[in-house]
């Protein structure tokens, strides 16, 4: 692959390497059972080392709150009073072991699969990526715990962003703020954050895949509940007379439309998935997630219930149904297609790159589609990692520098 002159001149003037190596190696597992918030103090211990750093690259209110956010805000130099927001979390995920990583350097990467401990392969065969990346530095774990690219690569591009910024002041950009957040994988990233010290028009999270992901539209997402009430009584007496609200739920269940499940849709296709059911022969409760891209799939999709449990209703006059649907988060592209030129300034940013930005849609929920309806439009931008959450998480160090690149050209787009 052909690299752009600036990713160049940023992996020969930045030591990516020794900041994200030293950024993984300090654990910041979030606790999903914890009561506090941040859910793990040693969250903070990443949190204060950014802090010292930060101060050194001379930003300005730099502070690491109670909570675990570190705030840093960053001049404008281009005459502009537009300001944006870089965020990245600092914690990692809780779904393998994440203390005691031990970062593995594949220099000059051949292509072959990578053999790590207790049998651990990364192979080009599930992870084409790493073809994309032969002669690049792979990093990984060494097998028995996460890699933590997730997101302490996005950490690593702001970082390099700071410090190139630093360097070549003849660069311009605009007031800059700064913010690296706490407990992100178990749902509370902005459960606290505080938007007045952000204070920024616009921001990105720097906290997708592989190069050139951006993603600016997420799931519309909603649940149902279902509660059937039947009418119980001694079984030895039952007949004509109880009504066993099992055997509803259970057909409720079956009739639910196959082809729109989990299981069976795939990119921008919408859902209904019962992911919970449980009561006894009077009463039982079926809990439903339904997901879309489109509100109106949404509207569709309660319509579907709701006939259903008519049928089942008009099917034994004794049994009662009751339905209750409730918002848990919404699509920000509801938010951004408002503020498009949020998503043009990356789309820019790609062309002085000499490349172009790949639009996924997220099947699930992210902080920035929550920032962007408390009023900060956010996108999200790749920070390099494959295989998040697993043994098998890499990156290429040269993909990191591709972010902080992209980052910088984002910058001179803000005018
Ligand atoms: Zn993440």
Same mark, same amino acid.
């Given at each position: ?18 900041? $994200? ?16 918030f941040p859910s793990s103090e040693k969250e903070k211990d990443l949190g204060r080392q950014l802090v010292k750093e930060l101060t050194e690259l001379g930003l300005a209110d730099v502070e690491m709150d109670e909570y675990g956010y570190v705030y840093a805000h960053l001049a404008a130099n281009n005459g502009s009073d537009k300001k944006v927001a870089f ?10 072991? =994440?203390? /005691? ?20 392969? @990364? ?14 530095? @792979? ?7 996460? &890699? ?19 360097? +070549?002041?003849?660069?311009? +950009? ?18 606290? @954050?505080?938007?007045?010290?952000? %204070? ?8 997708? /895949? ?8 997420? $799931?519309?997402?909603?649940? #149902?509940?279902?509660?059937?009430? =039947? ?49 006894? #022969? ?7 997630? &339904? ?27 004794? &049994? ?10 919404? %699509? ?6 408002? #503020? ?9 940013? $790609? ?16 902080? =920035? ?5 408390? /009023? ?7 920070? /390099? ?13 040269? %993909?990191?520098? $591709? #972010? ?6 984002? %910058?001179?787009?803000?005018?």
């Amino acid at each position: 692959m052909k690299r752009h002159e600036l990713v160049k001149k940023m992996l020969d003037g930045v030591d990516f390497l020794e900041m $994200f190596t030293r950024y993984v190696k300090i654990d910041t597992q979030a606790d999903p059972e914890s009561k506090t918030f941040p859910s793990s103090e040693k969250e903070k211990d990443l949190g204060r080392q950014l802090v010292k750093e930060l101060t050194e690259l001379g930003l300005a209110d730099v502070e690491m709150d109670e909570y675990g956010y570190v705030y840093a805000h960053l001049a404008a130099n281009n005459g502009s009073d537009k300001k944006v927001a870089f965020l990245a979390h600092m914690d990692v995920a809780t779904d393998c072991a =994440g203390n /005691g990583v031990k970062p593995q350097i594949h220099e000059n990467y051949d292509g072959s699969a990578i053999v790590l401990k207790d049998n651990i392969v @990364i192979d080009p065969k599930d992870s084409p990526q790493l073809l994309e990346c032969k002669g690049d530095t @792979i990093i990984t774990s060494d097998g028995t715990t996460l &890699l933590g690219a997730d997101d302490k690569a996005g950490i690593t591009a702001i970082m390099a962003m700071l410090k190139w910024f630093k360097a +070549h002041p003849e660069l311009k +950009h605009p007031y800059i703020s700064i913010c690296f957040t706490p407990d992100e994988e178990i749902g509370k990233g902005v459960d606290f @954050i505080n938007l007045e010290k952000v %204070n920024a028009d616009f921001a990105y999270t720097i906290d997708g /895949g592989f190069p050139n992901e951006i993603n600016y539209e997420n $799931f519309d997402a909603f649940s #149902a509940t279902v509660t059937f009430t =039947g009418v119980s009584i001694h079984p030895g007496y039952a007949k004509d007379r109880m009504v066993n609200a099992m055997r509803y739920a259970g057909a409720f269940c079956d009739r639910l439309p196959k082809n729109m499940a989990p299981e069976t849709t795939e990119n921008r296709e919408p859902f209904i998935h019962p992911l919970d059911i449980r009561g006894n #022969a009077e009463n039982v409760t079926v809990s439903m997630i &339904l997901r879309s891209f489109d509100i109106k799939d949404i509207e569709m999709e309660k319509d579907i219930i709701n006939t259903l449990v008519d049928e089942l209703r008009s099917e034994n006059d004794k &049994l009662k149904i009751e339905v209750k649907f409730e918002e848990s988060y919404r %699509n920000m592209h509801s938010v951004l297609k408002d #503020a498009y030129y949020i998503v043009n300034y990356i789309e820019e940013a $790609f062309k002085e790159l000499n490349t172009e930005a790949e639009i996924h849609p997220i099947r699930g929920g992210t902080d =920035g589609a929550r920032l962007s309806f408390m /009023g900060l439009p956010c996108p999200n931008i790749f920070a /390099g990692g494959v295989n998040f959450h697993s043994q098998r998480e890499w990156v290429a160090l040269e %993909n990191i520098a $591709f #972010a902080a690149a992209l980052l910088i050209k984002i %910058n001179e787009q803000i005018k």
